[in-house]
Each structure stands twice: as structure tokens, then as C-alpha cells.
DNA sequence: CTGACTTTGTCCG
DNA sequence: CTGGCGGACAAAGTCAG
């Protein structure tokens, strides 16, 4: 493994990587060597092209070890892998279900073929459509100059220096996208939308359905008038002749095609697939003026690779029965197969295997080499399987906002960046009122090295000051590591995950037992080390999955990846222990959460504002009266007791109205003692909704009183999910040292060995810190800032996609 | 060992 | 000069129990 003689291949990995991807339509027969030698020699020497080398390495490695792997493979475990595969196969053979018709469509060359729709000069022009750094799509003439989409402009441009970049008008796609998609639904309302330029529809019902129907239902008119009326509505200007520029040159029409009175088409159709698929192609040109592919088979891996097989404007059907099946799949590329990509292909071609009947000849090695759902999903290809009902997706899993600039090394750049994106993601979060429990920062360095730290709370935030709490601490910490030179970043971008409305929908209640047993658990298992000072079990800072907080172990991590990202010397502070940066990130979530609090926002209006998180469970109590909160909170506190709970259904019943955080703190502390709960400042603070409000005000020596070794304290850290405690705990506590505690943020000794009141001081000193890292910046304004100022000085990317 | 969680990588359009 | 964005999922590592 350590052998690393990679080099020989690094030429040809350099290749499979970076070459012209022309396994699609419309690339055949191009002249690939020249037009290699151009994107190579405008590559060479980039970072870019640096960083693909590396990671082609790496993918070069793990084609290494695998034939490592394979050459210590036995004739038994062969043979026993055998007997596996082909019990498998004959189970899954017995499923096979050819009953249903399938079809993907797709749009040809979309985007580009909107903008000559809508500008004719362009029909006999390479076009593409995007921008210098990046392209979408292309037209097909373009294509033969080797430009295609995820090619940057700046080097189509070198491949065909006539070409047209078009900017994208993402607004224009998705109505045009609206139009086709309600063709689509006549014939399954049903239909799954992949793209705004493709879709897989099960049109078995309709065929149902058609066989019965007259043949006057089947005849379609399309006379010029109602045509311009249609395209009336969508833009200013529209052509008076009706029917749209071509955009192919070929457009086999193989149905009867008449000209009626009025001078419009006549087209019938019969009512077998076939028949039905060019009719519903028919119509999306006659409704758009764009032109379709269609692949029409027994499920939708075959859909798919059907509908590229006559592209573009025209389609292909794979018949019904099985042996149809297995003679289309012999032959088949692996890289055709939608799921098996570049280093996929790559690893199965070290093996021998290019196509589909090599797959199966060698299923039995790929079930010792990879993984079982990998393995898994190789047979079925090879055996032409695939779903035979299409779903719609169910809820979204996370939701993100990045955005790709030029260097940017200042800090208060960063963080200005960084609450604009928790801004902007705060409002998609908005519009489907979801909130996510993980909140997850990515940067890309100037080398193209990508990186993503996640922090997982206890409860979901959605809004802008929650996120960018979290997500300032990841950026802070990964700003120290390096420091004391900057971060030189080229991307940031936040994602949300683990949505609490996924959780709260499904099998929520019964695992209210389960969780507060959990806490249980949590709590007896670690009594045992219940009188250790509390701080060796306080969770890792976000982003030190890795132990780098520990000074030593920076040096490891330097040894072992030794790229750009670790600093060349130490990059921990004087006195910045993972202890340290534990409390000092409890204390800067409160800290965000509170100044951005007073500082701009009113109390949002969105749903789950519309309830209280209960400080012992965590969960939300959908109730804005407090007595029945407080009730709630009685109750789980009995049941944390006694091992048991007493939630019942109707706790959390919505309820109406308001209330302040502050109305919060006054009962629930008149209530319910600090202390009797465990509650402590951190583990309020921990939690975005209960620890504002509660820590508000609150007496540091009240607080005190909950006792740092109790262990429901550290029950609450933990609970955050996310960051584990240490691997290596600090050896030395402070608590028994004196007093000695150093300040992270102003880097002074403070006379106490009381945390509460350290932590106290961390808090306003980083209000401080955090007032001049803001104060000093302009309230985000979406519209100026979209176009970034000064020091921002690459582009901004917004909605773009790919079109094929 | 298993489950939970983080990070990285692959793939898609 | 200029090499994207957003989503899903899987592998692999680590830790706690």
C-alpha cells in the first residue's frame, strides 16, 4: 500500500479524469486526441488541475488495493461467492416484473434549446449556455467541437473560439418546464420530474385507458393561431409562423403527418407505447417548439439508457419480455448506466469489465471486492433489473446554500460571507418551514481542497441567528487551526440536515420512552465518573471530529494529510485547550443567539414559534401557555425520575398566541429550581430556543448552584449529538489548579477557578469580540450584495444546472 | 460488535 | 482572468455502550 507507484499511471489517470467525457449524444465520431491536447494545455498548472491529479491518485490507490485484494482471493472463497450470486440471482430472476411501461424523457439540449427558441440567430451558431467559468449546456453543433456541459467556458471558448455563451434565465426554463410537465400529466399524473428537463412517467395505466378510446381522441391539430396565442402569454415577443425554428436538422417523423385547412398539422396516433410516447412528444413541440427524447422499457434503468440510444428527437423502445432485455444489456457500456460514473467505470475497468454482460460474468469477484449494496447494485444492472415503480421523493434530508468567489482571505470578510449565507439558507428554510438539528460548514481553500465541519444540536434552529451561531464557531475553529496564517477559501456553504418535521411526523411518540431512557442510560452509565471535573466530558468543538484541538495531534494530522489545510506550525492558541474552546463555543452559540437577538430581530412569525422547547427532553412543546408548559415540564421531570414518562398527545397539540423567552425564564425558574433539574448555563445554552431566554438575567451564583459533576450537566452536552468529547482528555484540571483560567478571546488570565463565572466573563468578552467582528460590517442587503463587493472578485453562481 | 455520528467521496442533472 | 450548485447516498473512521 505504501508503494504509491502510482506515477507510471499518472499520465493515463491524468486522462480519465480530465479528458473529454463523450459517452454522450452527440459527440461521436469527433476528433478526441486534438481536442484533448486543448483542455490539457489550457489545464496544465492550474490548481485545478493539480488537485484532480491528486484526486486521481487517490482513486488510482484504491484501484491498488483492490487488486491487491483480488490477488489474495481463493478458488473457495470464489466458488463460495458463486453459489451467493447466483442463489441471489434466481431470487431476484423469480421478482423480475415486466408488467409495467416505463418511460424517461428528456428535453433535448434544454436550456440551450430554449435560448434559440427564443432567439432564431443562434439556430445555426455553437452555443452554449453559461458563463465564462462554467457552461450548462450546449447546442449539438457545439458539440462537435468537443463543448458540453461542466466544461468552464473560458476553455470551450479555446475548443471553438466562434462559440455563443448565453447566460442562463432560469426563471425562462422553469415555465417552459411547467408547460411540458403538464403534458406529462396526461399521461401519468403520477410522474416523477428529475430535472426541469427530464421526468420517468408509468404510462401503463394510460395504455389501459387508450385502448378504449375513438380515434378521434387520438388526432391532434395544431394550427399556427393557437399556437402563437399559447406562446402569447409566456413572453413579448413570439413568432408569427407558428411553428418553432428547428433545431435539428432530422426530424424523422414516421407518423402520418397532414396538412389541414387552416394550414396547421394533423397528426394520429395509434394506442400501442410507441404510439403514445411520439404523441406525447408531439404535443410538448407543438406546446413549447422544443424537441424531446424518450426511452421507453420495463423500468427505469432501461428507461433511461433507452431514451440517449435515439437522441436527439426521437425515442426507443425496449420490448416487454425477458430475453429482449438480457440481449440489450450485453453490449451496454457500464458507464451508460445512470449511477455508475467516472471512477466506477475506472475501478471496473481495472477489472476487465466494460460492459454490462462482463458485470455478470464476474459478479462473483465484485461480490468480494465491494461492498454489498454496490455489489447488489452491479447484479441487478447486469440482469437488467431496476424499479418498476416510479416515487415521488419523500421529505427533503437537508438543505444548503454555497456560493464560489475569488480568494478570500480576510476574516471579517469570512464572516460576513458566512452570516449571509445563514441568511440566505434561513429563508429557503422559511418558505418550508423545516429546521434542522445539524448544521454543517464547507470550504474549499484557493487549491480546490474541500472540507466540511458539522455540529449537531439538541434542537432544530431555522433561523438566520441560529445558524450563523454554529456556523461561525465551525468557521472560527477552523480559522484557528491555521492561524496564524488566513484561510484563502474560494467557497463556503452551509448546509441543514436531521429536519425535525422528518423526525416529528413519523414514529415520534413511542420514541419518547426510548429517548428519555436514553438519557437515563446516559446518566447511570456515567455516574461512575460523575465526581471527574466536568470539563473532560464536555463535547469536542465543532470541527475537531479529528483531535487537533490537542496541540500534539495538530503535528500528527500534519504528517498524515500534510496539504494546505493544516498549518505549518501549531495553530492552536496559548492556552486554547480543547476544554477551553469547549466552553468557549458553549458559551458563543448563547452569545450569537443573543446579540443578533437584541440586536435586529423581533421575534420571527413562523410556526414553531409558536412553542417552547422543554429544557429536560428537548423537544418541543407545541404551547405557548405556560401553565400547560409547565406541566409538561413536571411531568418530564417526574418521568426522568422515575424512568418514565408521562408525555401524552395532547402536550403537543399546537397551541395559540405568543409569548416572550423572558416570560419563559420567570415562570420556569419560579418554578421548577435550577438545581433540582440539573440545569445548568451551558446546558441551556446548548439549546438554542430554551437557552436565550433562561440564561437571561439569570443570577451567576444561582446557576452556580447546579453542580458541575452532576451528571445530567454533562447529559445535556452529550446530548447536543454532535461533538464527542475528547479522545485524549486533558489531563490536568483546571478546577483543582487554581486560579489560572486563560481567556481564549482576550487571551487573559482571570482570577477564578469557578467556571460559571469564567464563563461569564468568555461571554462578554466575546460580545465584545463578536460587536467589532460585525459592527464594523454593513447589514447584509440580498440585493447589492449578490454582486460582491471589492474583494469578492470572482463570480457568484446561482442556479445553474446541467442539461444534457 | 453495534449504533450513532462525522467526514469524505461519488454521482446525478 | 475565469473550473458550479444542490441534493442524495455510501464508505470509512471513531466513539460509547
Redesign the pocket.
Known amino acids: 500500500m505504501a508503494t504509491g507507484g502510482t506515477s507510471s499511471s499518472s499520465e493515463e489517470g491524468f486522462l480519465s479524469r ?1 479528458a473529454l467525457n463523450d459517452n454522450k449524444a452527440g459527440m461521436e465520431g469527433l476528433n478526441r486526441d486534438k481536442i484533448n491536447k486543448i ?1 490539457m494545455e ?2 496544465k498548472g ?1 490548481r ?2 493539480e488537485n ?1 491529479l491528486k ?1 486521481e491518485q ?2 488510482n490507490q ?1 484501484i491498488e488495493r483492490m487488486m491487491l485484494q483480488k490477488a489474495h482471493i481463493t478458488e473457495q472463497q470464489l466458488s463460495k461467492a458463486q453459489a451467493q450470486v447466483e442463489k441471489m440471482t434466481s431470487d431476484l430472476e423469480r421478482g423480475r416484473d415486466l408488467s409495467r411501461v416505463i418511460v424517461h424523457v428528456d428535453m433535448d439540449a434544454f436550456y440551450a434549446a430554449v435560448e434559440t427558441r427564443d432567439c432564431p440567430d443562434l439556430m445555426d451558431k455553437p452555443m452554449a449556455v453559461g458563463s ?3 457552461l ?1 449546456t450546449s447546442n449539438y453543433h457545439a458539440r462537435k467541437f468537443g463543448v458540453r ?7 470551450a ?1 479555446k475548443l471553438c473560439p466562434n462559440l455563443v455563451i448565453v447566460p442562463t434565465n432560469f426563471d425562462k426554463y422553469r415555465a417552459v418546464s411547467a408547460e411540458v410537465r403538464e403534458v406529462f400529466a396526461d399521461y401519468d399524473p403520477h410522474f416523477l420530474p ?5 421526468a420517468y412517467l408509468d404510462i401503463s395505466d394510460h395504455l389501459e385507458q387508450r385502448r378504449g378510446w375513438p380515434e378521434t381522441d387520438l388526432v391532434y391539430l395544431s394550427p399556427s393561431l393557437s399556437l402563437v396565442e399559447e406562446h402569447g402569454d409566456l413572453q413579448e415577443t413570439v413568432e408569427v409562423e407558428g411553428l418553432s425554428p428547428v433545431l435539428f436538422e432530422n426530424s424523422p417523423s414516421s407518423s402520418p403527418c397532414l396538412q389541414d385547412a387552416a394550414g396547421g398539422e394533423v397528426e394520429v396516433f395509434g394506442t400501442c407505447a410507441e404510439e403514445a410516447v411520439r404523441e406525447m412528444r408531439f404535443r410538448i413541440e407543438q406546446k413549447t417548439s422544443l424537441t424531446a427524447s424518450a426511452g421507453i422499457a420495463p423500468n427505469m434503468m432501461l428507461a ?1 439508457v433507452c431514451s440517449d440510444k435515439n437522441k436527439p428527437n426521437g425515442q426507443y423502445k425496449l420490448s416487454s419480455n425477458r430475453q429482449a432485455v438480457i440481449d440489450f444489456i450485453q453490449d451496454l457500456p457500464v458507464r451508460k ?9 475506472k475501478m471496473l475497468g481495472a477489472l476487465g469489465i466494460t460492459s454490462c454482460s462482463h458485470l455478470g460474468q464476474e459478479m462473483a469477484l465484485l461480490a468480494l471486492l ?5 455489489w447488489h447494485h452491479f447484479l441487478h444492472i447486469s440482469m437488467g433489473l431496476g424499479s418498476t415503480h416510479i416515487e415521488r ?1 419523500g421529505e ?9 468567489f ?1 480568494e478570500m482571505s480576510a476574516l471579517k470578510e469570512q464572516f460576513s460571507l458566512c452570516r449571509e449565507l445563514c441568511q440566505d439558507l434561513a429563508q ?1 428554510l422559511q418558505k418550508e418551514a423545516l429546521k434542522g438539528k ?1 448544521v ?1 460548514l464547507k470550504l474549499k481553500n484557493v487549491n480546490f481542497e ?7 444540536l439538541p434542537c432544530a434552529v431555522a433561523t438566520t441567528e441560529e445558524l450563523f451561531a454554529v456556523a461561525k464557531d465551525l468557521l472560527k475553529t477552523e480559522i484557528d487551526n491555521v492561524s496564524p496564517q488566513p484561510l484563502r477559501l ?2 463556503m ?1 452551509v ?1 441543514v ?2 429536519f425535525a418535521s422528518a423526525d416529528d411526523k413519523k414514529p415520534l411518540q413511542k420514541s419518547i420512552v426510548g429517548f428519555l431512557h436514553k438519557k437515563q ?2 446518566s447511570s ?2 455516574s461512575q465518573i460523575s465526581h471527574k471535573p466536568v470539563k473532560e466530558h464536555l463535547p469536542k468543538p ?6 487537533s484541538a490537542c496541540p500534539s495531534l495538530v503535528q500528527q494530522r500534519q504528517g498524515q494529510e500534510g496539504h494546505a489545510w493544516v498549518p505549518s506550525r501549531g495553530g492552536v492558541e496559548v492556552g486554547r485547550t480543547g476544554e477551553d474552546q469547549q466552553s468557549f463555543l458553549q458559551r458563543a452559540h448563547a452569545q450569537s443567539l443573543r446579540l443578533q437577538a437584541e440586536r435586529e430581530d423581533p421575534p420571527e412569525k413562523g410556526d414553531w414559534n409558536d412553542s417552547l422547547t422543554c429544557p429536560v427532553c428537548f423537544r418541543e412543546v407545541n404551547t405557548t401557555e405556560l401553565t400547560v408548559f409547565n406541566r409538561h415540564i413536571d411531568q418530564c421531570l417526574s418521568g426522568v425520575t422515575m424512568g418514565q414518562n408521562n408525555h401524552t398527545d395532547t402536550e403537543l397539540e399546537r397551541g395559540p398566541s405568543s409569548t416572550t423567552g423572558l416570560l419563559l425564564y420567570e415562570t420556569s425558574t419560579a418554578n421548577i429550581p435550577l438545581s433540582a433539574v440539573g440545569l445548568n448555563p451551558v446546558c441551556l445554552n446548548t439549546c438554542p430556543n430554551g437557552g436565550v431566554s433562561i440564561h437571561r438575567g439569570t443570577d451567576p451564583n444561582t446557576l452556580k448552584g447546579s453542580s458541575q459533576s452532576d451528571p445530567h450537566v454533562r447529559d445535556c452536552l ?1 446530548s447536543t ?5 475528547m ?1 485524549t482528555p486533558k489531563p490536568e484540571s483546571r478546577d483543582h489548579r487554581g486560579p489560572a483560567l486563560t481567556c481564549p478571546v482576550c487571551q487573559e488570565t482571570q482570577d477564578t477557578n469557578d467556571l460559571t463565572l469564567f464563563n461569564l466573563h468568555v461571554d462578554l468578552c466575546l460580545n465584545q469580540e463578536v460587536l467589532h467582528e460585525l459592527g464594523g460590517l454593513a447589514p447584509v442587503d440580498r440585493t447589492t450584495h449578490t454582486a460582491p463587493p471589492a474583494a469578492h472578485k ?1 463570480l ?9
Do not use: H
Open positions: 480530465m483542455i489550457s489545464s492550474s485545478f488541475y484532480e484526486k487517490q482513486v484504491r465564462m467559468s462554467m450548462s456541459a461542466a466544461m468552464p467556458g473560458f476553455i471558448k428529475m430535472s426541469l428537463d427530464e433511461k448506466v445512470s449511477g455508475i460514473g467516472k471512477v466506477t467505470e465491494f461492498s454489498e449494496t454496490s421523493d427533503r434530508k437537508s438543505m444548503s446554500t454555497e456560493r464560489t475569488g429557503d445539524t454543517t474541500v472540507k466540511t465541519r458539522a455540529w449537531t474560494r467557497l456553504g448546509r440536515s436531521s442510560t446516559n452509565s456515567t465543532p470541527g475537531l471530529t479529528q483531535p452529550l449529538g454532535g461533538p464527542r468529547p479522545t470572482g457568484c453562481f446561482r442556479d445553474v444546472l446541467f442539461t444534457e
